[in-house]
């Protein structure tokens, strides 16, 4: 059976949905769950009329987290994006190199390109798989990029 809840309970629970259903509305958009996660376990009533005020004064979304001291920094989400993009590129060299060479990628090749994340050596990879007439001319392609860890490694075979 359900325990009743007091007034604070019920008070807080109000103040959370209207908090919620005032940022859909203001911000014009759903409020991303972890800031709604932080919303629900707020117990505080008197923390969340502050809150609303916060969220009715802020010109964004970003700003109103950035007040309540909830903030995903631009370097964390800049690093993600680049990883997420990466493994996106990855499978791209990894595919065309397949169906161009009708071979799976060497594993050295392999190691070396699974370690990239900066989309401009990636785009070098991209166009060396794109314009090589031979997997060695790819290899010899690849070993020509920025990376002196990447040079050293191809260079070996």
Do not use: C
């Amino acid at each position: 059976m359900r325990t009743p809840r007091t007034a604070l309970e019920w008070q807080a629970e109000t103040a959370q949905d209207y908090l919620l259903r005032a940022m859909k509305l203001r911000f014009e958009t759903v409020v991303p769950p972890d800031l709604a996660k932080k919303i629900r376990e707020q117990s505080d009533y008197r923390k969340l009329a502050q809150w609303f005020d916060l969220a009715m004064t802020s010109g964004s979304l970003a700003t109103f987290r950035q007040k309540i001291g909830l903030t995903v920094t631009k370097e964390r989400r800049s690093q993600q994006v680049l990883e997420w993009q990466a493994e996106a590129s990855h499978a791209t060299i990894l595919r065309l190199y397949e169906l161009r060479f009708h071979a799976l990628l060497p594993e050295d090749l392999e190691n070396v390109l699974r370690k990239l994340i900066d989309p401009d050596e990636l785009s070098l990879w991209v166009d060396a798989v794109a314009t090589a007439e031979s997997p060695d001319a790819f290899r010899t392609g690849v070993s020509q990029t920025n990376s002196s860890e990447m040079k050293v490694q191809v260079d070996l075979k």
